[in-house]
């Protein structure tokens, strides 16, 4: 082209072939099809979705049909109404497509495959597509990790996702009552649930076998429901396969849990709709996520006003360095992806969630020596985290006067209650609290058993609040007077 016609081209880009008519003919002719799809899905870029004609354009036949996009168009994926007959388009009415989904096959996989297809333009930019690229190795690299290499907890080379936390009751219980093999596939680090889920809808991000699924479903009853999201055909495949003995176990007439394939950080995908769940959990999985943002960010948008976020994570005193981000036996391991904890309170921070509260908190040990020479002097941590949904917590604990009066109804805590890490209310006794903490224990489902005196009126400055650990000094329990 230059020699001849002078012309040069300062960037070269590749659009995907859709396998459909002559070019699917082709591949079915070569043997090629089955290989050409995988390469599509192996490559799938979610930078893409945003700009899809179908989500914005309609097709239109020379008959009137509609169609969602121009392949639908050649392929005779004509939309239906609900009486299963073909929409025209002298009688369009834009009503009807609210809440349709759209019309998908296979050959849907080429308009989001690397820098996507021709259709409506939707090709990702340079930067995008190899960012995406890399995030959706890390999940590849995740999935074969824990799919294929990971069996059992012997396998792991640290701490990391070693539970040395005694299960409070009524979860001790709980567990005796669940299938084994769900127990032995279960590589989380600790049982990050809170109490009081009767008749809770609640998530479970990276469910795995299903264990924490199993647990909430326990104690949220069958007027409760529980949802597990995960990407993982091996582990989804261990805890579908024992949902109706659990039920059975239980003594559940009705189902009250589900497990669904997909990504944590895309659960508009997995059908999970805006403020639906009261609670979301997660144990180990979110520092596995290569878009942690996304992650956070669809938690808040699938939580109720109020709800509540309770996850066990890995985190770590510093940002990690790159070479060791990119290494996938750190990264199945649960360190690569660890985050520091400043960046976390950061991210909370844009997302309109001011204060987030530590449950527990212990130093990782890394026993394999390969691994400690890789990490060098990183400290990892492993936290159990709790923040809720609330509107009106602000960046620094205030003063307002306030106390909280815990009333001991809370199932199973009957003398105390323990918030975090520096507030454990002891029954019937009041404790002076920050405005924050007035809020966690008000306007959420934990509003019932406590009672607060006085209100936001009156401001007295900032309200200093300590650790548990700043609090006991020589390794004593809190003694639960004032959190400050």
């Not at 392929?75 to 929409?87: I, P, R, V």
């Not at 009503?95 to 308009?111: F, K, P, S």
């Not at 006085?454 to 959190?483: E, I, L, M, T, W």
């Amino acid at each position: 082209m230059k020699d001849s016609f002078g012309i040069e081209f300062n960037r070269l880009l590749t659009i995907t072939n859709v396998p459909i008519k002559k070019f699917k003919d082709y591949l079915d002719s070569n043997n090629e099809y089955g290989e050409y799809s995988d390469i599509l899905e192996n490559n799938f870029n979610p930078k893409t979705i945003e700009a899809l004609m179908c989500r914005t354009f309609l097709s239109v036949g020379f008959d009137g049909r509609l169609y969602d996009c121009d392949f639908n168009l050649a392929l005779g994926y004509g939309l239906k109404d609900a009486e299963g007959k073909f929409m025209t388009i002298d009688k369009l009415n834009l009503r009807d497509l609210e809440e349709r989904e759209i019309v998908t096959g296979e050959h849907c996989l080429a308009c989001t495959a690397g820098s996507g297809s021709s259709c409506q333009g939707t090709l990702a930019d340079e930067n995008t597509c190899c960012e995406a690229a890399v995030k959706e190795d890390k999940k590849q690299a995740v999935k074969e990790y824990y799919g294929k290499v990971f069996k059992t907890q012997k396998d792991l080379k640290t701490s990391a996702c070693c539970s040395i936390q005694a299960f409070p009751e009524p979860v001790k219980s709980i567990i005796k009552n669940i299938e084994p093999e769900i127990l032995d596939r279960f590589y989380g680090c600790g049982s990050p649930i809170p109490p009081l889920l009767e008749g809770c809808n609640v998530l479970d991000l990276g469910s795995g076998t299903g264990r924490d699924v199993y647990i909430a479903s326990a104690l949220a009853g069958e007027h409760g429901f529980v949802t597990g999201v995960d990407m993982t055909d091996e582990q989804l495949e261990i805890a579908r396969k024992h949902k109706n003995a659990q039920m059975k176990r239980f003594g559940f007439k009705r189902c009250n849990a589900d497990f669904k394939k997909g990504y944590i950080e895309d659960l508009k995908e997995c059908g999970i709709k805006d403020d639906s769940q009261d609670v979301v959990i997660s144990n180990y999985v979110i520092n596995l996520s290569p878009d942690k943002k996304s992650v956070f960010s669809e938690i808040f948008r699938v939580l109720k006003p109020g709800g509540e976020l309770y996850f066990s994570d890995v985190f770590a005193d510093r940002r990690i360095p790159e070479d060791i981000k990119n290494d996938h036996v750190l990264y199945g391991e649960c360190l690569s992806g660890a985050m520091y904890i400043e960046d976390f309170r950061r991210m909370l921070r844009e997302l309109r969630c001011l204060d987030y509260r530590v449950m527990s908190k212990r130093n990782i040990n890394i026993e394999d020596s390969e691994v400690a020479a890789k990490t060098g002097n990183i400290v990892f941590y492993s936290m159990t985290i709790r923040a809720f949904k609330l509107y009106d917590t602000e960046d620094l604990c205030e003063d307002f006067g306030q106390a909280a009066y815990y009333q001991g109804t809370i199932p199973h805590y009957p003398h105390h209650f323990q918030l975090d890490d520096h507030h454990l209310f002891i029954a019937h006794k009041p404790m002076l609290v920050c405005g924050n903490t007035a809020s966690m224990v008000s306007n959420t489902r934990f509003g019932k058993h406590f009672k607060i005196l006085g209100d936001r009126k009156v401001h007295y400055g900032s309200f200093v609040c300590g650790s548990a650990a700043q609090k006991a000094g020589n390794g004593d329990a809190p003694s639960g007077g004032s959190c400050c």
